[in-house]
């Protein structure tokens, strides 16, 4: 019996990870507001440990897609399991789950560490975490400064330190770079590897394709609320030849999908 391509998929993002599972699995998710198709039946396998680039024009359905998996939006359709746990019991696996979706917002008059502080406290979590993700998004010098005088790429630093309070085994960020100059892009992204290498899944919304290259050891390209592509970063660059930017690469299959 051949298998389907969704059991194919499955296959194949199930022997790239390192343990053999999944961080993320859909099965025809689906999410209509009235007519409009935000995601449409969506299917794709995410393997534990890797750095997932999750990608696709503005109205693609990405920001629909995350907060159906954080259990911030019911399906209209389909499934899903995030670490192993269905969506319909998002007790069972929010807390192993960071995330950071859009502009986060902050107390402007209280200083970062103020900031985290309450936040870990609200959560549950550690106090001793505070001051570790403030080293890790490289923000202890300015931690006891109000976040008013934060710049932009300094908030979305911040932000991507709240969503690592938990310690989380996914952590799931939508524009992480958004504001930060070429050096934050740096930074950030040596952060993202060296979460990597903690044996953290990375579920990474971006429009900076050109990063995406740099980092990401998995790629879903999103158009319509479907999956144009699903599986390793190498896989695409094989079936696009040598030498293409990956944005050239998603141009090029937007295009094919609307022939």
Excluded: C
């Excluded at 330190?161 to 958004?178: H, K």
């Amino acid at each position: 019996m051949t298998p389907s391509p969704d059991a194919s998929q499955t296959e194949q993002a199930t022997s790239f990870s390192p343990n053999g599972t999944l961080a993320i699995e859909t099965r025809g998710l689906s999410k209509h507001f009235g007519k409009r198709k935000a995601v449409d039946g969506l299917t794709i396998s995410i393997p534990v440990g890797v750095i997932a680039g999750f990608v696709g024009p503005n109205g693609a359905g990405k920001t629909t897609t995350i907060r159906l998996l954080l259990g911030l939006l019911r399906p209209g359709a389909g499934s899903a399991t995030i670490l192993g746990q269905p969506l319909t019991r998002p007790r069972s696996y929010l807390p192993r789950v960071g995330a950071l979706i859009e502009v986060p917002a902050f107390y402007p008059s209280l200083s970062g560490r103020t900031n985290l502080e309450v936040l870990a406290h609200l959560g549950g979590h550690s106090h001793s975490r505070v001051s570790q993700v403030l080293e890790q998004v490289e923000l202890s010098d300015r931690a006891s400064d109000p976040v008013r005088t934060y710049s932009q790429g300094m908030k979305q630093r911040l932000g991507v330190a709240i969503a690592l309070l938990p310690d989380p085994d996914l952590l799931i960020l939508d524009e992480p770079a958004n504001g930060l100059d070429p050096l934050g892009i740096i930074q950030m992204r040596d952060l993202l590897r060296h979460l990597r290498e903690q044996g953290k899944t990375i579920f990474l919304s971006t429009h900076l394709l050109g990063e995406l290259e740099q980092v990401t050891d998995w790629l879903v390209m999103l158009n319509q609320g479907k999956a144009l592509f699903s599986g390793p970063a190498r896989d695409l660059l094989d079936q696009q030849g040598v030498g293409a930017s990956l944005e050239e690469r998603f141009l090029a299959m937007l295009k094919g999908n609307h022939e």
